[in-house]
């Protein structure tokens, strides 16, 4: 039983090898399968009519077996031992082998939860090269791919998709399985991605409140809070393994920045919304960025009122009035000249004082324009980033579906 069972050294052994799934465990690939190996013993054989059997079980350690591994494998089979064989009387040779598989797959996690997953399984000998066993398949891959869906007991976050088998290039002779499966992605839908748009939605329709009468900014980090810990319990949903970085946590991670962001700009405008009155004239820069070119894509811009012609009566000189007066046929005495003159001043001082109010007021309408362009701005940017990251979800929804 320590020999390869050929009568020819120089003879190799074709080794034939089918698996069957039962089961996609976890997503390190912990798969329960069962391996069919078969090969011919040349010193074997009996004649069927007289023994009155043509296939017989006899123990495992009687024979000669194929070293067959999976390079993947990480870890110790966990299925039961099977200590017999089952010899028919050509020679031919059976093992039906249960299998627990722990593989290492080169999981690509960049579209979590809509992956797909490719694991291989390389069988080949440990000791014998090419000359010595080939391996071939027993039956054909999409067979295998029948019985294995048709056997597949375990219903868990995996679905199989595709079975292929080819051969490698190496001085031991390989037999490679290539299994495509597919992650269930309804649960992490459900969990992740429609409460974190309901949350940004929500946030997105706080720009709606005033700023002028409505605290704001305490509803916002009430949102922000609420997506934290949000974030924190659905950790654990989240994978941890893989190169690249999935692009749901981008996804969060710009809400969660939107959501600052929002805030902040909440601060600024109520800031601008109670104090412009004390602010400087609005810059020349803010005027062209905000006011002419933000202004045609969020809130227009009204142009300041002009007041001047509701001064029209204070623009009057005192002198020209006096003036009038002496020119007239009952001229003033020095007294009324002299009450003239000192109503000149009067009105000369109210003057100076309605234009820096008026002044104040047309700055401050400018900066209240710019607090509402801003505002009217980041909400439609909200909403085309909501609208942008709806369509992208269900687009990878229909494409996770359509394999």
Known sequence: QDVRPVRNLNDHTEVSVAIILYGILGVVCSIVKSITIAWKNEFISWDQEKCGTDEISLPRSQFWVPDLVINEFMNENTAPFVPYLHVQSDGMIHDYMPLRVLSSCNLNIYTFPFDVQNCTFTFNSYTHK??????????????????????????????????????????YDELIFQIQIKRSSALYVVNLLIPSCFLITVDLFSFLLPPQSVDRSAFKMTLILGYTVFLLLMNDLLPVTGHTIPLINVFFALCLALMVASLLETILITHLFSSSSRFASVPRWVRVVVLQTLGCVGLPSNPPQDNSTGMLLLEAHPDAVSEEVKSGRNAPSALQLAELRELGRDLRAIRLQVDQQLSGDQKSEEWIQVASIIDRFLFWFYALFLLVSCVTMICFWVRSYRL
């Open 130 to 171: 090419v000359r010595d066993i080939r391996l071939k398949l027993a039956r054909s891959a999409s067979a295998i791919l029948k019985n294995s869906l048709d056997e597949m007991s375990t219903v868990g976050e995996w679905q199989l998709i595709n079975i292929t088998a080819y051969k490698g290039n190496s001085s």
